[in-house]
């Protein structure tokens, strides 16, 4: 056992794993990985990401975030171009 898992994640509420594989994620995928290579993440930022690129093509990016608000809300940015690929906005749904 580690512990409780709130001392565990600290002032972190939420985290989330997003996966992009595929010829139809690679230009969201390159951008995010880009954005991210581009500099360290501001101290105390209110959402964290960690990016791997994947043999063969595709992104893995963890997030750990202050609030499921920023959480949601910093995935919505990076994923802004998902509903045109889609033909359809998954957002939409979310209630």
């Known amino acids: 056992m580690?512990?409780?898992l709130g001392?565990?994640?600290g002032?972190?509420?939420a985290l989330a794993t997003a996966l992009l594989v595929g010829p139809s994620f690679a230009t969201v995928a390159e951008k995010w990985l880009a954005v991210l290579d581009s500099k360290p993440p501001a101290p105390r930022a209110p959402v964290l990401e960690s990016a791997s690129a994947l043999e063969g093509g595709g992104l893995v990016v963890r997030l750990a975030a202050d609030s499921v608000e920023?959480?949601?809300r910093s995935l919505r940015s990076r994923l802004a171009g998902?509903?045109?690929l889609l033909g359809d906005d998954?957002?939409?749904r979310r209630a």
């Open 70 to 72: 920023e959480l949601v």
């Open 90 to 92: 998954p957002w939409a």
């Open 2 to 4: 580690h512990g409780a």
């Open 11 to 13: 002032r972190f509420e």
């Open 82 to 84: 998902i509903p045109a």
């Open 7 to 9: 001392s565990r994640l």
